[in-house]
């Protein structure tokens, strides 16, 4: 091995890349640094401390998301000394707001912070509270936000920020008053706020949540299907999460392209419309100007019928209207079916113009 690009890691020699972190590194060989500030994606910030390592020669331990790996570095994982920063760190963490509201939390179960305190053994609020609590803002159409139980870690200023570049949110006031705030500190209704909600998704605890988090299926009781946004034609990958065969969530899939984890409103916010009460669920046929119920069998036929009728007696006076907020595969299969069924090349797409 090129000695030159050698890092050793809980006594592993393990190859590295110029610019590569020690998580990087690590994660690449399956060597488990847990985080909690760190986005995939977005400029390290160091914030939380929560993947914490030691490394041989250094006088305290290291944030391995911001530290570069370098020739011959020994690096120790989970020590002792390890082990007990990171608890600190979560007490510390747990004493900043109302996490011993863990029963009644939306987010409870998909909690980040929850999880680290299990696995360290922290002890719940350890410090003493500082005392400064902001009231949860309700107003917004689709995002609650509850800064009692809000960290500081900075990934939805980073998703916002370095993610969708909205630029919306970012750090105010300072010391124990720091609060994420939106331009003037005004509600994100208020602000420039687009939101698409990336904030929601990459928020490791309860203090960004769904408008209506209370009244729903907490998300790790939901089962994740994955799908395609139907709203455009980008294609977005994402997962519906259901329970009782009802939509309660939509996440983003990291793992997949186009988007990469990364929705729009409509994607993410936009699906009351599955279990509408208004929704058609069988077809219409109109009829001295009334539309009437039929069966699929009756509605397919009767457009069969009438397709071959009015195609047969003139060409090109059937055409195809298709749509951007069906698949690609979908539209393939629409232009084909107007070409090669009705023989015509009267096929059109709302999103053309
Ligand atoms: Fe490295 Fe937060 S994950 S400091």
């Given amino acids: 091995m090129d000695k030159e690009k050698i890092i050793v890691i809980d006594g592993r020699e393990l190859r590295f890349s110029d610019g590569e972190t020690i998580l990087e590194v690590a994660k690449r060989n399956h060597i488990d640094i847990p985080t909690l500030c760190h986005l995939k994606g977005a400029t390290p910030t160091g914030a939380c401390r929560v993947c914490v390592v030691e490394v041989e020669g250094a006088r305290n331990l290291m944030a391995s998301c911001t530290v570069p790996a370098a020739p011959n570095m020994v690096v120790r994982t989970e020590t002792p000394e390890v082990i007990r920063s990171r608890r600190m ?26 999880e680290l305190a299990f696995r360290y053994k922290a002890k719940g609020a350890t410090f003493q509270d500082t005392g400064v ?9 689709f995002i609650l936000r509850d800064f009692s139980k809000c960290v500081l ?23 124990a008053a720091t609060k994420i705030v939106a331009k003037g500190d005004l509600p994100l209704k208020d602000s420039d706020c687009v939101f698409c909600g990336e904030c929601v998704q990459v928020c490791p605890v309860g203090a960004l949540v769904p408008k209506n988090a209370f009244k729903i299926p907490r998300i790790s009781e939901t089962t994740p299907v994955k799908t395609t946004c139907s709203y455009c034609g980008v294609g977005c990958q994402m997962n519906l999460h259901v329970k009782n065969n009802r939509i309660w969530h939509v996440t983003g899939c990291e793992e997949s392209a186009p988007n990469h984890g990364s929705l729009c409103v409509k994607g993410r916010f936009g699906f009351d419309f599955v279990a509408s009460d208004r929704r058609l669920t069988r077809p ?8 009437r119920e039929a069966s699929w069998d009756e509605a397919l ?23 951007a907020r069906i698949t690609n595969e979908e539209n393939y299969i629409a232009q084909k079916f107007a070409r090669a069924v009705l023989k015509t090349n009267n096929v059109d797409h709302c999103a053309r113009l």
């Fill in 133 to 141: 609590k902001y009231p949860m803002e309700t107003v917004n159409p």
């Fill in 284 to 291: 219409l046929i109109k009829e001295n100007g009334e539309f």
């Fill in 153 to 175: 870690c900075g990934r939805c200023v980073q998703a916002c920020n370095d993610v969708q570049v909205n630029e919306a949110i970012d750090f105010g006031y300072r010391g």
């Fill in 301 to 323: 036929d009767l457009t069969a019928r009438r397709l071959k009728e009015i195609s047969g007696e003139h060409a090109d006076a059937a055409g195809v209207l298709t749509s």
């Fill in 89 to 114: 760190t979560i007490e510390l963490m747990l004493t900043s707001g109302n996490h011993e509201d863990c029963l009644v939390c939306p987010a409870s179960g998909d909690c980040r912070l929850q």
